[in-house]
């Protein structure tokens, strides 16, 4: 079996690889298991050493869109790949700030991805990663003090709506039987190793990694302000059982909700300071930022990720847990 | 004042064109009123000749990508445009059967449209005609007996996807401060005057225009089959509300649900029998088609629109009414 993950050379994207790699083998939508011949990672990197170093992992660097619009000549997905994740975006800080970067990389990118494999006429299974920023509050419409697979998502955030849009396109496509589409929201994932990015969410990694790291580090938001997590394991668990399950398993072409843990940024703080001691945790700088704060205070916090529990799909037990796993990865 | 209206020389374009001509003036978004002074009529085709008559209208036929495309050179949009009525679409059996007009006519449309009002700086109010087609129903994921402005859409047609995306797309732009975003929600319109046309709900229309002329009509699904419906005329009163509505009045930037009245097609014949005597109803034939109905019969019936009722919009009160008011124009 032939896999193709998007921005395979991120964080995630290499997580994913490896994590298929050292399982050797998928079982897809419910057929028989089969060995992972070769995995390819598309990005606009290359990918990190150990995974180009692997036999099984071919590297496709470059500008998604312009990979896709190359065509049949040079396939982003081929014929002989049964299965894609797209983790491919841009993330949702950079597109509240610019616009048309937003649209070319979480619209169009998505759009001329399906429209690729829809000309395969194998209908591979894309397992794509929506996200929780489809859910907005607002003052007009309120969310609902707890978020499930039905509840009506108003994004409030250029992000969300593409990635909304996207899930929107994978449902269709899927019906039409162009692709086996698989929408899956993830949570805020944390704690990411690494630097940080444009998320908006970036700091609810940071205000944990860099104090681990003797750095200072800025919490932009107010101590109370909730959070709904999922630690990167549970993550790549999700995404690798997402293309697992049947059809039938499946169920309805939406988009389901992973599981999260909701926890508060003080309580984040206080399992920091718990883990590592008071003079770690000392080293958050609590300064609110008002541009993130306005994008991540519109995301809910409590999730009832019923369809991802049926697919046996749990949330982390605590956040202590979740730093202990990152320091034993570091 | 300037007006467009996209879809201008169709049924609904015309009959909207016509009544905002009447009115002489309209009262956009809660300013005072303003006296209409030009509507552009953009659509494939050109303007009845009583709208091409009137020295305040002024027609631009072609492809709306493709005048899209002249870009500000020759725009669809200027800035002295204060208000865009989107109803150009292919419709839900034509996109069913071809994807590809359907992504073109509903998706890159509406988006090109979007961009064409972000770029003139001035955010004109939009009105974008979405569809009760946004709900589907499917085992995997039925409808709730009754559809409120807060119900999940899971569309089970293209159309309904590319509707729903333009509601998206709408709302953010809007958000963004590039137009001010209008999304509501066309109930199925009838009594249609004219032709068939490709629209699976074309029947709904032709099952008592046709035997009212004397010709035999076909009804393709089961006699007990439920829809809601509006009028044409309270269809335009809707419109023209929608545009006259202030932002507070209009609160989210989610897609309002038109009123509709629910009836049977059972029913309906019943009323046509009422008004027009047995004979003119024994003219439907009762002839199930399979492709149709599969699309109909995934559309909800019931619908609870409560943010129409604030704004004063009601369904009609019968389908006799409904018939009267057809003969009263024909």
């Known amino acids: 079996m032939n896999i193709v993950i998007t921005g395979g050379a991120g964080f995630l994207g290499a997580r994913l690889a490896r994590a298929l790699l050292a399982r050797g083998q998928l079982a897809l939508a419910g057929a028989p298991a089969q060995t992972i011949q070769k995995i390819t990672l598309v990005d606009q990197i290359a990918p990190p050493a150990d995974l180009a170093a692997d036999p099984r992992v071919r590297a496709m660097v470059g500008d998604l869109n312009a990979l896709l619009a190359a065509g049949p000549a040079r396939p982003v997905v081929g014929a002989d790949d049964a299965l894609v994740?797209?983790?491919?975006?841009?993330?949702?800080?950079?597109?509240?700030?610019?616009?048309?970067?937003?649209?070319?990389?979480?619209?169009?990118?998505?759009?001329?991805?399906?429209?690729?494999?829809?000309?395969?006429?194998?209908?591979?299974?894309?397992?794509f990663a929506s996200s929780l920023a489809v859910f907005g509050n607002s003052p007009e419409q309120p969310l609902p003090a707890v978020i499930t697979d039905t509840t009506l998502p108003t994004p409030q955030n250029s992000y969300g709506i593409q990635k909304f849009i996207g899930e929107q396109l994978v449902a269709d496509y899927g019906r039409k039987g162009f692709v086996r589409g698989r929408n899956v929201r993830l949570m805020t994932v944390s704690v990411r190793p690494g630097k940080p990015n444009g998320a908006a969410s970036s700091f609810f990694s940071g205000m944990i990694r860099e104090p681990l790291a003797g750095i200072r580090a800025v919490c932009p938001v107010p101590p109370d302000t909730a959070v709904a997590l999922l630690s990167p394991s549970r993550t790549i668990t999700s995404l690798i059982r997402s293309a697992e399950a049947s059809d039938k398993e499946w169920g309805a072409r939406t988009a389901i909700n992973f599981p999260a843990l909701t926890t508060t940024v003080a309580d984040m703080a206080k399992a920091l300071e718990r883990v590592a001691g008071p003079k770690v945790a000392s080293l958050i700088?609590?300064?609110?930022?008002?541009?993130?704060?306005?994008?991540?205070?519109?995301?809910?916090?409590?999730?009832?990720?019923?369809?991802?529990?049926?697919?046996?799909?749990?949330?982390?037990?605590?956040?202590?847990?979740?730093i202990a796993e990152y320091l034993s990865e570091t």
Do not use: Q, Y
């Open 85 to 127: 994740f797209h983790l491919a975006a841009a993330v949702s800080g950079e597109c509240e700030a610019d616009f048309d970067l937003g649209m070319r990389s979480n619209l169009d990118t998505i759009r001329g991805l399906l429209e690729a494999c829809r000309h395969l006429k194998t209908a591979p299974t894309l397992v």
């Open 285 to 322: 700088d609590w300064t609110p930022d008002p541009v993130i704060a306005k994008i991540v205070l519109s995301w809910p916090a409590r999730v009832d990720a019923e369809r991802a529990r049926g697919l046996g799909l749990l949330p982390d037990a605590d956040f202590d847990a979740i």
